[in-house]
DNA sequence: ATATAATATTGCAATATTACGATATTTATT
DNA sequence: AATAAATATCGTAATATTGCAATATTATAT
């Protein structure tokens, strides 16, 4: 059994709600086009490709493996040997808590137009 | 008038489109605790706060600007002069789009358990 | 067993991020 | 004009990220 310490660099996590941590490392891994790039990707052929989205983006294969690494550690998708390959999925359960996230902030928002600046 | 070059390090922001850009920035600004801690607040006290923040958080006056003007440069937050302070607060605009992102992964991914993984 | 295909890891250079002390700027008040 | 209060900027150390070539690993097929 093996530990891992996920850490975010110099950021003092311990001082924030596990929610806002969980979200921080969500966002952080949609922080880069190529990981929203595969994110589309993934959400068009609709089912599960692994190397075909080395075709579809302008990035050597160890740099998409890199990203892909970074989307699977922060629990956005799921990986499984098929075979000779590794078949990538989309994880809806990191999505959904993204999505209720800015779900609750549009409801909270929705009858204040910039109230203040 | 003064162009504002966004850049995201290495990153080759050419290659992905424009909205997918647009979400990266957006999800970047969001990947800190301390930002997410601070889009919290903005939404809890409902009216724009500006000085608090520092009180809120455990780090420094420097750094709360510093993460104010990443989420400001995102177009997360606005800000104005207000007096001798300046008062912050949620833009919606910016979270919509990300609500609208979230809620069409959502629509697509409604009916399909974990289809391949 | 060897070769092939698919993916991961390593190593590295260039750059970005985080955090904060020191200092500057800006606005209000006296 | 001088002071105080609020915020921003600068400089810097420690660390992380991005991208890729080279190489390693893993699994299938011959």
Known sequence: MQYYIFTMGATKTEHYTDLQNKLAVLAKALGHPARIAILDYLLKVETCICGDIV???????????????????????????????????????????????????????????????
């Open 55 to 117: 075709n579809e983006l302008p990035l050597a294969q160890p740099t998409i493996s890199q990203h892909l690494k970074e989307l699977k550690n922060a629990n956005l998708i799921k990986g499984s040997v098929e075979g000779n390959a590794i078949c990538y999925c989309i994880n809806e359960d990191a999505l959904n808590l993204l999505q209720n996230y800015f779900m609750m902030i549009s409801e909270k928002t929705k009858n204040k137009k910039s109230n203040c600046c």
